[in-house]
């Protein structure tokens, strides 16, 4: 009993370490001597003007409540998801606006150079048949500019299926193949209207910037980026990507299909272009170069061709 010491010092003289998690309160004392109290409660009353205010708050019983530590994962979770689901769609749509547009023209001349080099061939296509095209692709552009970017029309061939595309600095991008898949102009002009709504919201750049967002947030939130986490990210990003360019989609043939009724009167013509192309995907299926390319650019054809209604 007597080697106990006792020893008077004025409260705000020693050092309160409050307990965080499962870690004990620690009383400091101003020589450096240290007191773990059994009943941290009870000391903590005893002592309470004297502890700072995080002490018995809130978030100290949150840090002990097994069930409070699962749902704010959940909450931290549910935000990530948001984030990813959300946020950065605005921010890709957001920063677009605000990238200057020599870098969509950049971009774009730098995929069309690549594309020449290993994919696409000169057109076959005769004069007469370029220019009723592109007499078609400018009356549209005339009536339904003014565009973020100046649309412009090319033409070239491939192995592939019949295919049409935007590039970001406004080119389309027309396979012969597509447009003799073209029974009527305005079959042929259902795809251009498309392939000017992507254009028109601008989705090639936004694509763009959505995968350099996504792949600096994982590697932001992983703090790494080698190894499996590379790879991880990698599959990630694309299947992310892949989400957004559906939507991306339904925006252009929402797009193309309110511009068909207004000039037409009518879907019809979009309608069977589609099936038309879903036939042509569907017949190259055994073939070694058939990478069915108007699947991965534009999938979900027979809900999309189903979503356009009468
Ligand atoms: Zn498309």
Excluded at 1 to 8: G, K, L
Excluded at 157 to 165: K, L
């Amino acid at each position: 009993m007597d080697d106990r010491v006792v020893q008077t010092v004025p409260v705000s003289s020693v050092t309160i370490d409050p307990p965080l998690g499962r870690l004990p309160m620690k009383v400091i004392w101003p020589d450096g001597a240290l007191f773990i109290p059994n009943d941290a409660s009870a000391c903590a009353a005893a002592l309470a003007p004297a502890l700072p205010a995080r002490f018995g708050s809130c978030l100290h019983r949150l840090e002990r409540h097994w069930p409070m530590i699962g749902v704010s994962l959940m909450v931290t979770l549910l935000l990530c998801i948001g984030f990813f689901t959300h946020g950065i769609p605005w921010l890709s749509r957001a920063l677009v606006v605000v990238i200057p547009s020599p870098v969509a023209q950049h971009v774009g001349e730098h995929v069309l150079d690549t594309l020449d080099d290993h994919f696409l061939l000169p057109s076959q296509l005769s004069k007469a048949q370029q220019q009723a095209v592109r007499a078609q692709f400018e009356a549209l552009q005339t009536r339904l500019g003014p565009f973020p970017v100046p649309p412009r029309l090319l033409f070239r061939a491939s192995e592939s299926g019949p295919n049409a595309f935007a590039l970001s600095d406004g080119t389309v991008i027309v396979l012969d193949s597509l447009v003799t898949l073209a029974e009527t102009p305005a079959q042929l002009e259902s795809v251009l209207l498309h392939e000017l709504g992507h254009v028109q919201h601008e989705h090639v750049m936004q694509a763009m910037v959505r995968s350099v967002l996504l792949s600096v947030s994982v590697m932001v939130i992983t703090g790494e980026s080698s190894g499996v986490i590379d790879t991880l990210s990698g599959a990630g990003v694309f299947v992310m990507s892949q989400g957004y360019s559906r939507e991306a989609e339904e925006e252009a043939d929402a797009y193309a299909a309110s511009h068909m009724r207004a000039l037409y009167g009518t879907v019809a013509p979009m309608k069977a272009m589609f099936e038309a192309l879903h036939e042509s995907v569907a017949t190259q299926g055994d073939e070694e170069e058939a990478v069915p390319q108007w699947l991965m650019t534009h999938p979900r054809l027979v809900e999309r061709i189903e979503a356009l209604g009468e």
